[in-house]
Nanobody
Framework: QVQVVESGGGLVRAGDSLSLSCTLS????????MGWFRQAPGKERDFVAA???????THYEESVKGRFTLSRDNAARSTLQMNSLKPDDTGVYYC????????????????WGQGTQVTVSS
């Protein structure tokens, strides 16, 4: 079993920055991709960013390109740096992990964290 824990959410103003971290524990994948998804109130969970096992490949949702940066600190941790935040970035941010290649589809991920709230005020 793998445990996934997100941290770093909070309340910020538009234009501010915030850093989210995702830490894995438990059974270790030899090679795992990590993804970040967010869910705004009343909406579905959407893809934000994903990174492959060694950090060499990243994918971003169009609206966050140039503002968010996902990095792989090590096999068990990733950091989502979010700059120039907008009110539309508000939501619960979830980290997920899967064995194998990078994927943008949430259905491809095996383990999920409980989520961390990010609120951006205008």
């Amino acid at each position: 079993q793998v445990q996934v824990v997100e941290s770093g959410g909070g309340l910020v103003r538009a234009g501010d920055s915030l850093s989210l971290s995702c830490t894995l524990s438990g059974r270790a994948f030899v090679r795992s991709a990590m993804g970040w998804f967010r869910q705004a109130p009343g909406k579905e969970r959407d893809f934000v960013a994903a990174i492959n096992y060694n950090g060499g490949i990243t994918h971003y949702e169009e609206s966050v390109k140039g503002r968010f940066t996902l990095s792989r600190d090590n096999a068990a941790r990733s950091t989502l740096q979010m700059n120039s935040l907008k009110p539309d970035d508000t939501g619960v941010y979830y980290c997920a992990v899967r064995a194998g290649i990078i994927e943008n589809d949430s259905r491809s991920y095996d383990y999920w964290g409980q989520g961390t709230q990010v609120t951006v005020s205008s």
